[in-house]
């Protein structure tokens, strides 16, 4: 029976999302965004995981790399406690219990990562985020987002049709090349509803995306779209991204 509590997939036990986000297309991503760490690291590395949620990055990614500290910061006690069982025992990772907004750290990173976390930023304070973000980060240092982009609208009758359409064709195709079980089910469409509601879900097109990375101090580096690799959207910007960012 649903509740106000569960009626969002945030409410419910963590096992949910993190096995919404071991499907293979966040697979793909979360790979993609190791890659791009792994490509320039150097040392002693340093990794700040805003967002981190149930874990799943710190998990399979991060815990397999070599010299890393690692802190993840979520609002979510629930998510927060799972990620720290995921990887119990491994030596120099830490999670912390705070706004991503509002954190602050004695010490800078040499990685800033956001994966889907910029998109549970309501839009007012998104700018704010990425002003943390980049307080955080060394001089040096780089900020990598994984961050799923809608197509564009104006007001909230468009962002529901946006939202509903980049979901539908989303889990069209993860259906494809692979058979999911309800929970994954349940997520992807709960959060194909959160989204077209602007509900904890408040996902954005790319432009706006860039302009406040850039408002914010950062430039681009490098941007790779992942999904989808077809014409699927009349908006190519429309997608899922991992884009590097360096301080201006």
Known sequence: MFTRK????YGMPAQVYFNYMD???????????????EAVMTGETTILDLCC????LAKYWFSRLENVSYIGVDINRTFLKFAKKMVSGRKNFQFVLADVTKISFPKKFDFVVGTSA????????KQLFLRNAFKQVKEDGFLVIYEKLLPKFKNSAEAEHAGTIFYKERIADIRKEQ??????????YNELYLTAVRKEEFKVPYKRLIRDLKATGFRLAKKTKLWPENGKFKDKKVGDWVIICRKE
Do not use: C, P, W
């Not at 569960?6 to 997939?9: A, M």
């Open 23 to 37: 499907t293979k297309i966040e697979r793909r991503n979360f790979e993609q965004v190791s890659k791009e760490i």
């Open 179 to 188: 058979r999911m079980n309800r929970m994954q089910e349940f997520a992807l």
């Open 53 to 56: 949620g149930t874990g799943n």
């Open 6 to 9: 569960n009626q969002s997939l």
């Open 118 to 125: 910029y998109h549970h930023i309501k839009d007012e304070r």
